[in-house]
């Protein structure tokens, strides 16, 4: 059964206090047309740019997840973030006049609430998953934070955090299906310790804070007289410690509430991932930092998988669109070091060349002879003569130029090319040419599996 997208029936307001700003904030989300994802949009200001809940948008995660486009920021986006995941929506549009949204109590119940209330509709365009078809690892070593994501058949999630403190120490938190959401982990409520309360304070870096949106951890002695000044800068008859090392200003819904807000984080952070997940998401010691890490590790395989789906098709009856003699005539390479026998695609973003493999191959008489296998260097060099030619292609007289390397990224071998293999290569542009100079994603494959991939920077320069 395909599923398909949803949006919000109706428009639907709230109005809160930024934690950071202190400025009243009205937020409303709206319903979106499908294929749009999840936007926000600043309406306080002269410029409507959307601006798409997207990792590679984050520009902090010292308080909270901040997102920033053309100079637009967005303050404390997670809790959002995770109530619009939670509630199963693909498409929304978030207003609001501010930039922070709004604490509410510290967690994500009023916008699921909200939510929940109006309802979703279903819209014509069927869902995309990331399936995690195999174990993703990733350790924050400056964090001491890891996260494994290992295939499941729905979306879950497991966290583990552990303050190594006397009122705070170990707790697991477990989101078995998304459905749970709402009474599960909406709810949790954000944590701090005392001391980073005090500093926080003194910084005037919480001009919204209140002690009914945050429950506050002591894990030292306090005397009457710091109590009584809390009170006072929150506007409390009274400031206590209950016995287990908690202000009495909230009671935690659940024992393990702290934990719970932790995965509630985790679930608002990878939602910037930009696609549904499909997986176990295993995380220890997670925080917003390391979630956002964890979430562009993410973006990275989705990438991965998207060009693995768009795998080139060679048909060896098909006339190529430049065969070797047309090679030869914007090439200057000459055997042994022409390596592309045909071009078979071409557009102004990609190419995809040929290069069959036979035992006479010059290089291997030397390389393995026993065991002959293309060398790494001049597979690399294959995919440059295939984004040479694509480069090359947009100018009149390509035999009066010459391509030549400026910078190779994060290639990568994954399986041996040997004699009888047929090596496809595909070049995709990663940012328009400027200048002669062409920024390129390069995909090796043999059949339907990725031998070898890199990201290959070169220039044309003219030689007569």
């Known amino acids: ?22 400025q009243t904030v009205t937020l409303t989300f709206k319903p979106s047309e499908e294929n749009t994802g999840i936007r926000f949009l600043r309406t306080d200001l002269d410029e409507k740019t959307f601006i798409l809940a997207d990792a590679d948008y984050v520009v902090d995660t010292s308080r909270g997840t901040t997102i920033e ?17 939670g509630n199963d929506i693909d498409n929304i549009i978030i207003e609001v006049d501010c930039q922070e949204m709004p604490i509410m109590d510290g967690s994500s119940r009023f916008y699921s609430e909200a939510l929940e209330k109006i309802g979703t509709v279903q819209q014509e365009a069927p869902r995309e ?13 400056e964090k001491d934070c890891e996260f494994i994501a290992v295939a499941a058949d729905n979306y879950r999630i497991s966290s583990m955090i552990d303050f190594k403190s006397k ?78 090392g908690i202000l009495n ?28 997940i499909k997986g176990q998401i295993i995380a220890r010691k997670p925080g917003h930092e390391s979630n956002v890490k964890f979430a562009k590790e993410i973006k990275k395989h989705i990438k991965q998988r998207i060009a693995e789906q768009k795998i080139p098709v060679y048909e060896p009856d098909k ?70 030619i694509l480069i090359l292609s947009t100018v009149e007289d390509p035999q009066n130029y010459s391509t030549y390397f400026l910078k190779i990224d994060n290639v990568k071998f994954k399986q041996k090319v040997v004699p009888g293999d047929t090596l496809i290569l595909k070049c995709s542009l990663i940012s328009p040419v400027r200048r002669g100079i062409c920024h390129m994603k390069c995909i090796g494959y ?11 920077m070169a220039q044309i320069v003219k030689t007569n």
């Not at 393990?256 to 807000?261: C, F, I, P």
Request: hydrophobic share 40%; net charge negative; aromatic share 8%.
């Open 319 to 388: 006339k190529p669109v430049y065969d070797i003699n047309d090679i030869k005539g914007m090439l200057p390479h000459r055997y042994p070091f022409l390596l592309v026998d045909k071009i078979i695609e071409i557009s102004e973003s990609h190419v995809v060349g040929v290069k069959n493999l036979t035992m006479n191959e010059s290089f291997f008489m030397g390389h393995f002879p026993n065991e002959p296998v293309m060398p790494g260097v001049l597979q690399v060099e294959a995919m440059a003569q295939t984004g040479g």
């Open 1 to 22: 059964m395909i599923e398909k997208q949803k949006t919000i029936k109706a428009p639907v307001k709230l109005s809160g206090v930024g934690l950071h700003t202190g």
């Open 446 to 456: 043999v059949g339907s599996k990725v031998v070898m991939e890199a990201e290959l």
């Open 249 to 276: 200003n909230l009671e935690p819904y659940f024992e393990n509430e702290a934990a719970r807000h932790k995965l509630l984080d985790i679930v608002g952070d990878l939602t910037l991932a930009g696609k549904r």
């Open 129 to 141: 998953y990331f399936e995690i078809n195999e174990t993703i690892r990733f350790y924050d070593e």
């Open 167 to 244: 009122v705070l120490g170990s707790q697991y938190a477990v989101l078995d299906q998304l459905s749970d959401f709402n009474t599960q982990i909406a709810p949790c409520r954000t944590f701090v310790f005392l001391h980073e309360l005090e500093f926080l304070l003194k910084q005037n870096l919480i001009k919204g804070g209140d002690l009914s949106n945050a429950i506050v951890y002591v894990d030292r002695p306090v005397a009457q007289d710091e109590l009584d000044r809390l009170a006072q800068l929150f506007n409390k008859p009274s400031v206590a410690v209950r016995t287990e």
């Open 69 to 85: 486009k053309d100079g637009i920021k967005l303050l404390t986006v997670e809790h959002v973030l995770a109530a619009i995941t």
